[in-house]
Each structure stands twice: as C-alpha cells, then as structure tokens.
C-alpha cells in the first residue's frame, strides 16, 4: 500500500516504474521541503522541475519585480507578469502545474538577521542567485544548520553545478563553498549578468542539472555532486569536474557575519566599499616599514581582517577581527594609537578602512600595503602561503 492517490499513481507513473525509484522515491519527494532561493534565471527551470517531480513543500525566496529583460531565460512568466513580483507569480504559476503541492512565497531579501529562520524549515536549499554576499550567506546558514546546498551560477556562455555540505553515510559532510572559494573576488573585479551578458538557454541547463542533484538526495538515489564541482561551456559542450578538496573550513564558522561588508559591497545599491572614500588618500604603511615597528617595540594595534582559515595558515600575529564582524567590533579598534590593517593583498584592508573612516571617522588607521602577500615576498620569504 501506498499514501499516494489513485491521481498521484498516475500523475508519477514514469517515476514509479523507474527502477530503484519506485514509490518509495516518490514518497520521499512528496514529504520532501526545498527552499529555491531566487526565482530568476536559474530558479525557473529549478522550480519548475521540481514542482512537476512532486516535492510536497516548495519555499520560495525572491524580492524582485519582472523586467523585460528577464523573459528572455527567465521561463515561467510571460507579457502579462511585467511589474509583479516573482516571488508570488511563480507561486501562483507553479500551483497550475501541480496545485496539490504546497507553495511558501517569501517576498524577501535574505539576510543574516532571517535566513536561520527561514532556511531552518527545509530538507534542502537552492542556491539559485546572482550575487556572492547571498551565496556566502546561504552557505554559512547551511553548514549551520547541517543542510544540503545545491549550488548553481552562470556568466555569459557558462556555467557551474555543485553539492555543498551534503553529510555522507558515516556521517561526514562534504566540501562546502568555502572550500573551493575561500574569499571572495575583487568586487569590481565580476561581471554580472546584467553587464555581461547571458546566452538565455544557459540557466536552464544549469538548473535543470541542480534540480537534478535535489531529486538525487531526497530520494537516496545516484551519487551527488559533492566535493566535485561540474563546469559546463556552452559555446563547445565541454564538461570539466574539478574535484574540492575538503579544507574542513565548516569549523571556522560559527555565526553569520555582514556579508556585504565580506564581500566588499556597501548597502546602498551593492556599490563598492571603495567608493565610500578617496582610495588614493588612505594612509599606508610598507613591509619593510611595519617589521622596522614590530623590532622596535613601539606600542601599535595590528588587525587581520581576513578569514579564521586563512589566519591559521600564515599571520602575522595580529588581532583576528574578520572584515564581516568589525561593524559589531569597532569598539576594539584604538582610536588612542596607530592602527595598522591588513589581509591578503590589501584589498580588503582598504575597503574595511574606507567604512571606517566614513562611518566611524576614525583618523588613525593605516593599511598594510600589498597585505601579507607583499610580507612573505619581501620579508619572509619562507611563509606558507595560500
């Protein structure tokens, strides 16, 4: 016997025969909750896979309007949506295709302060966004909350696929998003869609490959795409998997952080930190110029704003406040002595400096040219570096 209607036996037929899916599978679909974050380009066809599979509760999460712009990939809507919201209208369009299956809306930008909260709700989350503070966000949330992450993303003509934080059957998780990109890039370093472009058929690849790996983990069949990523180009059809090699980084995280901040994005209109200030007036300070201070015994703070992994591999025994959590540390920065600021490249230590200096008007802070890159190769040349 089975709990599944005479309609559902119908409707699933091509499933149930499948060979090691059966209604067993089934019925783990229709129990199943799955949170899509991001209705857009690679949540369309993500959605709609999944609503046609039967996955019983389907979460979501999208804060933008239609444009345009987005009928070109952007599948479930047409003409007549222009204007609404997509988190409602894929609801409402997906309840058409399968309207026995549940539909949670969040019309919502995910944050630090909601996303434990909504997230804690699902079986397994999809990351079906455009920007890195929410994929920095939703996989800390998840090795948090020991969830599955089913990671997608598109530029141009290609694209990637990978599984997160999946826990094996001796009860170890997988390589998470930080394995494989530790920090984030330049901020005006990426492109993003909307400047570079998108070939419109590419998120449906993409995301129909992410549905994919979410069948595959709620119904126990396959292997997933853990500790592997898969990137596809569309222009030659090559395939390449990059094998993740597991740098246990899950153990350094322990609460979500500002993860705009993180990724040198301010909150208005994701503008650059760097904006924020005059770059080229920031103070500096040389390799050569902070070994003169530290041999010399003069009193000064030193602060590493990179990440707890990246610290344990090579420091420079500086103060560890990671470049998230200053907004919620600024009281442990001096504003009686010199304070010397640095990270990989010095990048980040500028855009942490610049906040600071706007938001804080702090005077004394001196970022560490070239950051430890420049320290190992002028100083120490021996320093393991990363």
Request: aromatic share 6%; charged share 25%.
């Amino acid at each position: 016997m089975s709990d599944l209607s005479k309609e559902e036996l119908k409707r699933y037929s091509r499933h149930i025969i499948l060979s090691g899916f059966g209604i067993e599978g089934q019925m783990k679909l229709k129990n199943s909750t799955v949170l899509v974050v991001g209705a857009g380009g690679l949540g369309c066809p993500v959605l709609l896979y999944l609503t046609a599979a039967g996955v019983g509760k389907i979460g979501i999460v999208d804060n933008d309007t239609l444009d345009i712009t987005n009928l070109q990939r952007q599948v479930l809507y047409t003409v007549k949506d222009l204007g609404r919201k997509k988190a409602a209208t894929s609801a409402e369009r997906l309840s058409q295709l399968n309207p026995e299956l549940n539909f949670i809306p969040y019309d919502t930008r995910l944050s630090s302060e909601n996303a434990l909260e909504i997230l804690r709700n699902y079986d397994v989350v999809v990351d079906c966004s455009d920007n890195f503070p929410t994929r920095y966000l939703l996989n800390d949330a998840c090795v948090l909350l020991n969830k599955p992450l089913v990671h997608g993303a598109i530029i141009k003509f290609e694209g990637q696929v990978a599984v997160f934080n999946y826990q094996k059957s001796d009860g170890s998780f997988s390589s998470n998003y930080r394995d494989i990109f530790p920090v984030p890039p330049d901020a005006d370093s990426v492109l993003s869609c909307e400047e570079a472009g998108v070939l419109g058929v590419l998120p449906g690849m993409i995301g129909t490959i992410q549905a994919n790996e979410v069948l595959k983990i709620i119904a126990g069949i396959g292997y997933p795409l853990c500790d592997r990523l898969l990137m596809i180009d569309s222009e030659t059809m090559e395939q390449n998997i990059i094998k993740i090699k597991n740098q246990q980084t899950r153990v350094t995280i322990t609460t979500l952080i500002d993860y705009e901040l993180f990724c040198g994005k301010s909150h208005d209109k994701n503008k650059s930190l760097r904006q924020d200030a005059n770059i080229n007036s920031m103070k500096e300070i040389t390799v050569e110029e902070l070994k003169e201070l530290k041999e010399s015994g003069q009193d000064f703070q030193l602060i590493d704003v990179r990440e707890p992994h990246e610290y344990d591999i090579c420091n420079l025994e500086g103060e560890l406040i990671p470049m998230g959590q200053i907004p919620n540390n600024v009281d442990k920065i001096s504003k009686d002595k010199q304070v010397i600021v640095y990270c990989r490249s010095g990048r980040r230590s500028a855009d942490i400096i610049s906040w600071l200096e706007k938001n804080h008007h702090l005077t004394n802070l001196y970022n560490l040219k070239g950051g430890i890159l420049a320290w190992a190769r002028e100083i120490d040349p021996e320093m393991e570096m990363y």
